[in-house]
């Protein structure tokens, strides 16, 4: 078996629904894995727009969510995580709106890509703080065992 991500809300390549956007209520979709590699011991979730600010003229990648030290036994995050409900010993990096927690897709120009990486880890990684995404990649370097992606679009309707 594979190691796949997967959400209820919306599947691979489909748009995702407005309810986790910034034209909706902006919470983060539910997301499930399973079959993750052998000596997973954290996972970290990346979510990133690659086509900002336009897709036809890409000029930076937008972090919309970080999460790392994930536990190893949990296979899913709910609709809504945030610090209140995130498994016990998980923790959030910071957005490029320079916080912490997800900020759905709010592109302003064209339809984005939002690709949903797990990644799996041999260890728990240390607190990063405030964490960004080169912090944590490079935090994570030597303890890849292996990934998942899901990805979902969005273009505003406003």
């Known amino acids: 078996m594979a190691f796949t991500l ?10 995702i629904p407005v309810p986790y956007t910034c034209e909706g209520a902006d919470i983060s979709p539910p997301l499930t894995w399973s079959d993750p590699p052998e000596g997973t011991r954290s996972f970290a979730l990346i979510v990133e727009d690659p086509d900002a600010p336009d897709p036809k003229a890409p000029r930076l990648t937008w972090i919309h969510w970080l999460v790392y030290n994930i536990p190893a036994a949990v296979r899913s995050l709910p609709e809504g995580a945030s610090r209140r409900s995130m498994p016990e010993g998980a923790r959030e990096g910071l957005n490029d709106w320079k916080k912490p927690g997800y900020g759905g897709p709010c592109p302003p120009i ?30 994570m370097e030597g303890h890849l065992l292996g990934r998942a992606e899901l990805v979902g679009t969005y273009r505003k309707r406003r």
Do not use: I, N, Q, V
């Not at 997967?6 to 748009?15: I, K």
């Not at 984005?112 to 990063?128: I, M």
């Open 110 to 139: 064209g339809r984005h890509r939002y690709f949903h990486r797990l990644y799996a880890l041999d260890s728990e990684l240390p607190d990063l703080g405030a964490a960004t995404r080169d912090r944590l990649l490079t935090a």
């Open 6 to 15: 997967t959400s209820p809300a919306f599947s691979d390549g489909a748009e």
